[in-house]
């Protein structure tokens, strides 16, 4: 069972930045897609941002522009720099692993945004 550990989310207001970090104890990392979801209360957990193995990125409609995913591989890291937030952007903020032999999720980090 891969582990992942997601810090970086906090309280800010509306325009301000945050950096989400996820670090995954996983041998086989760098053969995995690893995403961001998040799930606001009382709606559906949504897909904001992916990067496969071999750095093919996608995003959320919502968030392009705005938000950029990253890797390390050799810090078995994924990372969503988010810009300019918005209210509509708060969620709980989960980081996701998938590969040919696993996927897992991790436990989640709160972005509030502010008004």
């Known amino acids: 069972q891969v582990q992942l550990v997601e810090s970086g989310g906090g309280l800010v207001q509306a325009g301000e930045s945050l950096r989400l970090s996820c670090i995954a104890s996983?041998?086989?990392?760098?053969?995995?897609?690893m995403a961001w979801y998040r799930q606001a209360p009382g709606k559906q957990r949504e897909m904001v941002a992916y990067i496969t193995a071999s750095s093919n990125i996608h995003y959320l409609d919502s968030v392009k522009g705005r938000f950029t995913i990253s890797r390390d591989n050799t810090k078995n890291t994924v990372y969503l720099q988010m810009n300019s937030l918005k209210p509509e952007d708060t969620a709980v903020y989960y980081c996701?692993?998938?590969?040919?032999?696993?996927?897992?999720w991790g436990q989640g980090t709160q972005v509030t945004v502010s008004s």
């Open positions: 996983t041998t086989i990392f760098s053969i995995s897609t």
């Open positions: 996701y692993q998938r590969s040919s032999q696993t996927t897992s």
